[in-house]
């Protein structure tokens, strides 16, 4: 910035020395002096007004880059907490969705329990049943009744092994009734080969509570008239009246 000026004020000095070459007297010397200072500070005004011109607008550009930059950096924090707060918000929706799930996993589990102990209990009724003194009637109904399902001549009969000898009495009498409702209803008279089952490791469980098993055609048609069977298919039937009466919020 300097050096122009410096340049000029050079070439006027030179200028006035050469003029005051050319007088000698005392006042022309003191005027050349006087051009000589006018022009110093000339030259020093414009260096100092160019320099702060300088200083002015590099301060603007100083302040508009720290303006444009913290905007920037406002931005970039705005951002990111907008994309934390979102994190956050998803991960909550995940805990409150993976809570609820296990919630009505637990309560499905609780549920399931207290039907599995309904049907327990009802399976030792029907035990119960089993040990009363209609139960070689009932035997004898479930025999007649496996017997119209099945549909064969040859039908072997599983029970339970403390139940073998109620079936030994009472099967002559359900194929008798058998043969009676069949000719009843068709006119046809049947002679089926009815069979208790002698493999005594083949009998019934226990976890059946009576009841029997027929056969036919070696095994491959089988009709389950125990009281297990029975309970199930009542409790498959009343499945829905027993959840409304055990969870009536469900229904709401």
């Known amino acids: 910035l300097l050096r122009p000026l410096a340049r000029r004020f050079t070439i006027h000095l030179r200028s006035l020395q050469h003029h005051t070459s050319l007088f000698s007297s005392t006042h022309q010397d003191t005027m050349a002096q ?39 950096a406002k931005l970039n924090v705005q951002d990111e907490f907008v994309k934390k707060e979102k994190d956050r918000e998803v991960q909550e929706r995940i805990a409150r969705s993976t809570e609820i799930g296990e919630s009505r996993v637990k309560k499905m589990r609780v549920r399931d329990d207290l039907l599995n102990t309904l049907v327990s209990e009802a399976g030792s009724k029907c035990a119960m049943v089993a040990r009363g003194q209609n139960y070689p009637h009932l035997v004898q109904k479930l025999i007649v009744q496996g017997l119209i399902k099945i549909e064969d001549n040859d039908v072997t009969i599983f029970c339970r092994g403390e139940d073998v000898d109620i079936v030994s009495q009472i099967l002559p009498d359900a194929v008798s009734e058998y043969v009676e409702i069949l000719e009843r209803e068709s006119g046809v008279k049947l002679s089926p080969n009815v069979v208790l089952n002698s493999d005594r490791s083949q009998d019934l469980p226990d976890s059946s509570y009576g009841g029997i098993t027929l056969t036919s055609n070696h095994g491959k048609i089988i009709c389950d008239n125990t009281m297990s069977a029975r309970l199930n298919l009542v409790y498959e039937e009343l499945l829905p009246s027993i959840r409304a009466i055990l969870f009536p919020e469900d229904a709401e």
């Open 34 to 72: 006087d051009q000589i200072r006018q022009m110093v500070n000339f030259i020093l005004q414009e260096a100092h007004e160019k320099a702060n011109e300088i200083r002015v607008k590099t301060e603007h550009d100083f302040n508009l880059e720290k303006q444009t930059l913290v905007h920037e």
